[in-house]
């Protein structure tokens, strides 16, 4: 995505048009602290509140309450009402624009963009190369203490079903041969040779499920190119244009989810529960071993 900014943008045109699901630092530079953009830190475990952030950023906090706690799965979607509570209580209005980055680069910031894409919000991007880049680029940053509290906005959540599903989505994914099921986790824990690190979580993958670790979709912290993340998923994928996305807890398989749709696949999902509800033990099958392909029979 571009960094160019148009020569006759001003402070009263931006945010401007919405140029989609990434934009680089300099698209957010010359908009930061315009009327109607919000930028959100999405930042997870160690990096949560930590350090110094983008000036004006407010907590999307997946760890927290933006994470449905009265279940035993880690980072599960939160139902519609709390949701929109969540979001209004961060200053977000339907007509915003949405920047959302992490401290890693691009980890859980994908997370928070397909979370408000299932709740019906398409204004949302996420920062390419994240506060990494940010702070490479020499933009400003602030401490990192409790954000000044923001009037309320008035956004609501509207679900949209199917951009995130359950096991048995899955189980027929996995036996759709028009479907693939893409696993995010590294190759070693793809195919079982290191513990899992979740206890209690059996090691290995799904069968007939392929693996693409997040990272191999990243240079230097930043997405690849359209072209290349085609190949990527292309070459995995074959002719299936229907991908479904898991991981190990939900979070990164929506960096794989974000490298589809900017390689120009639609027909997107991801597993909610990932392998900290998979790889539980029950009845759900569990393979090891390196290989991976095509759907069940």
């Not at 930042?43 to 350090?51: A, F, I, L, M, Q």
């Not at 979070?251 to 794989?256: F, G, N, Q, Y």
């Not at 974000?258 to 099958?285: N, T």
């Amino acid at each position: 995505m571009s960094d160019d900014v148009p020569a006759y943008a001003t402070r009263e045109d931006l945010p401007g048009p919405f140029p989609g699901p990434l934009v680089g630092v300099g698209w957010l530079a010359a908009r930061l602290g315009a009327p109607g953009l919000v930028v959100l830190d999405a930042s997870v475990g160690t990096h949560r509140g930590s350090g110094q952030r983008i000036p004006g950023a407010r907590p999307f906090d997946i760890d927290g309450a933006l994470s449905d706690h009265t279940g035993p799965l880690p980072h599960t979607m939160p139902d519609a009402d709390l949701f929109t509570d969540e979001l209004r209580a961060l200053g977000v209005h339907d007509s915003d624009t949405v920047v959302v980055y992490d401290r890693v680069g691009i980890y859980s910031s994908a997370r928070a963009w397909w979370m408000l894409r299932a709740m019906g919000f398409d204004r949302a991007a996420v920062l390419d190369g994240g506060l990494p880049a940010w702070t490479e680029a020499g933009q400003p940053l602030e401490n990192n203490v409790p954000a000044s509290a923001v009037a309320r906005g008035d956004f609501i959540a509207r679900p949209r079903p199917g951009l995130f599903v359950g096991s048995d989505e899955v189980v027929a994914a996995l036996a759709d041969p028009a479907a693939a099921v893409f696993d995010a986790r590294s190759a070693e824990r793809f195919s079982g040779a290191v513990a899992e690190p979740r206890p209690g979580l059996r090691p290995g993958h799904m069968p007939g499920a392929v693996n693409l670790p997040f990272g191999e979709l990243q240079r230097d912290g930043r997405m690849l190119p359209a072209d290349e993340l085609r190949a990527a998923f292309g070459s995995l994928a074959g002719e299936r244009e229907r991908l479904f996305f898991s991981c190990g807890s939900g979070v990164t398989a929506c960096v794989l989810t974000l490298g589809a749709e900017l390689a120009g696949y639609r027909e997107l999902a991801v597993y909610d529960g990932s392998w900290s509800e998979w790889g539980l033990p029950s009845e759900l099958p569990v393979v090891t071993g390196a290989k991976s392909g095509g759907p069940l029979r």
